[in-house]
């Protein structure tokens, strides 16, 4: 098999209400059988999803159903959604970059790769398939790397499960992500800083299908990580990610933290919602006292747990029966 990567050089500036399937078509011959891979920001030019806003904050939480983590930078606050249009990404996929106004998203990218796709088939007389590529980091790994934000007409997934490796062992967990490795793929001959925001992708004619595919995306049960470490410890203290109270209890930092500030925030948070209990923190200690027997345990086993989010090691002593200092170290 010989698969061919070809840029779609020549496009001009993408402006709202261009026919962006007349561009691509004009630009290279599409035969039977190509995937165009297209990055989603040009679509989004082209659908007019230009945003001029002073709060890119609000807009990133307007285009999120749940903040997965958040971290403050010398910048201001960067997010990790899971997006309106469906992947988990920072900063809910909205771009600024090579576009002086902020772009969000198609809100459904797999119609936005229909549509596309319909109009370069009846430009061309081709059978086709469209992905719709964006750019995201991942888990555990360094650096980017393009994914299928949308398709349309393409075999998304190769399930191998059932089938034999070459040791007769059964490929028991194996599917294959053939949407995200075409994208990534096409991402080779394409890119932000040579303005090629289109590739095709030849030689793979036998993924395209009109069958329905299944969805990408991880959810409920098969989701292990809708949580980042800290805020699943914080959701479960009751300060919700992208909440005002996750501002105010203070959010972690993305670089390194003196320990007072992350005692700090500990403290601030195991308090947030809580009867009064008188609280007193210093450098590396914090003590608790209160006539209230119940509201003083609460807190205390409180903040033990939002210092272990925080990575801090601690050990308490009991001062006496309404008195309690915790100490933590590194």
Known sequence: MTLTLLPVTGLPEIEAGDDLAALIAGSIPLQDGDIVVVTSKVVSKALGLRVIT??????????????????????????????????????AGIDASNSEELLLLPPDPDGAAGDLR???????????????SDTSGRPWRAGLTD?????????????????????????????????????????LVKGKVERVPVAVVRGLAGLLTNT????????????????????????????????????????????????????????????????PVAVHVDDQTVELSGDDAVALGRLWARVEVALTGERLAWRTERLGPQRVRITVHT
Do not use: K
């Not at 490796?165 to 992500?177: K, Q, Y």
């Open 212 to 275: 329905p595919q299944p969805t990408l995306i991880r959810t409920g049960p098969t989701d292990w990580f809708a949580l980042g470490r800290h805020e699943a410890v914080r959701d479960a203290l009751g300060v919700t990610p992208g909440s005002p109270d996750a501002e105010r209890v203070g959010l972690p930092a993305a670089g390194e933290e003196p320990v007072t500030d992350r005692l700090r925030r500990a403290v601030r948070t195991a308090a947030h919602g809580q009867a």
């Open 54 to 91: 002073d709060d890119r904050q609000a807009l990133v939480l307007a285009n999120s159903t749940a903040v997965v983590a958040e971290r403050a930078t010398a910048a201001g606050v960067t997010r990790i959604v899971v997006a309106t249009s469906g992947p988990v990404m920072t900063g």
């Open 118 to 132: 319909a109009a370069l088939e009846s430009a061309t007389g081709a059978r086709l398939a469209v992905v719709l």
């Open 147 to 187: 994914f299928a934000l949308g398709t349309s007409g393409l075999q998304r997934l190769d399930d191998l499960r059932g089938l034999a490796d070459t040791h007769g062992r059964d490929l028991a967990v194996t599917i294959r992500n053939l949407a995200d490795e075409i994208a990534c793929a096409a991402d």
